[in-house]
């Protein structure tokens, strides 16, 4: 079942951290979303800059830094015709891993078999990540976990869409919805419709259906298939403080 994107996400407090992948209506484009949630004061504290290809995380304010450690990091990078979205610093090493070509075909997924759920306990946050084709609209998701919270056990799904439908996406987000512990995603990605080729119009309509307390930055690329170029937008709810 094909899901509204703004509906689902203006009733629901607290998806976490949340990658979109899809195609434009008229099969022009491939669009991705990405954005960032918090509910503590540390993780707020951030904003998106821009970066060769890509984009980074700094924080809004210097000063106010508790603790980098999860919050800092490379959300978007791009590698000939691949642009690469995660939720961490697992973006390097899907970029290291396909720029070395150490596993032909499945850079993606080895990469990932590298790396674990983050380290914050008791939510053991999944680390969600995607890459996407620009020359084809073809995409890969991934979500790295851990089972129902237990520590010793982590799970790895990859979901593969090498042929994308024309208006249509899907969704991967790190929490079902607000919690205390916050639940993981569970299940395949959410299809969900993409309404839009223009990267501004996408960023404003989903800025709008993020919950106004808890979001913090969104980043929205449009592809256009037949060149490769590619338009980015940023959206940041806090201003960058000079340190």
């Known amino acids: 079942m094909k899901r509204d994107l703004y509906k689902y996400l203006s009733g629901n407090e607290y998806p976490g951290r949340g990658i979109c992948i899809g195609c434009s209506p008229d099969g022009a484009k491939a669009m991705i979303a990405y954005w960032i949630m918090g509910r503590s004061a540390n993780s707020r504290n951030r904003v998106f800059e821009t970066i060769p290809g890509g984009i980074r995380t700094v924080a809004a304010d210097p000063a106010k830094m508790e603790d980098p450690h999860l919050i800092i990091y490379n959300p978007v990078l791009t590698l000939n015709e691949t642009t690469i979205v995660t939720n961490g610093d697992q973006t390097d090493t899907i970029y290291h891993f396909i720029r070395d070509n150490l596993s032909p075909g499945y850079s993606f997924e080895a990469a990932l078999a590298t790396r674990m759920y983050e380290d914050d306990a008791p939510n053991y946050t999944p680390r969600i990540s995607g890459v996407v084709n620009m020359r084809r609209g073809g995409y890969k998701l ?54 839009q080729s223009d990267p501004s119009e996408f960023a404003g309509k989903l800025w709008e259906a993020l919950n106004e307390d808890n979001k913090v930055s969104l980043f929205v690329r449009a592809i256009a298939l037949d060149t490769g170029d590619y338009e980015d937008v940023i959206l940041n709810k806090y201003n960058t403080v000079e340190g």
Do not use: M, W
């Open 142 to 195: 991934s979500i790295v976990k851990s089972c129902d919270g237990n520590p010793k056990s982590v799970q790895r799904q990859t979901f593969d869409y090498p042929e994308p439908v024309c208006g249509e996406g899907h969704l991967i987000t790190t929490y079902q919805k607000n919690g205390n512990p916050i639940p993981s995603f569970a299940g395949e990605p959410i299809r969900v419709g993409v309404d």
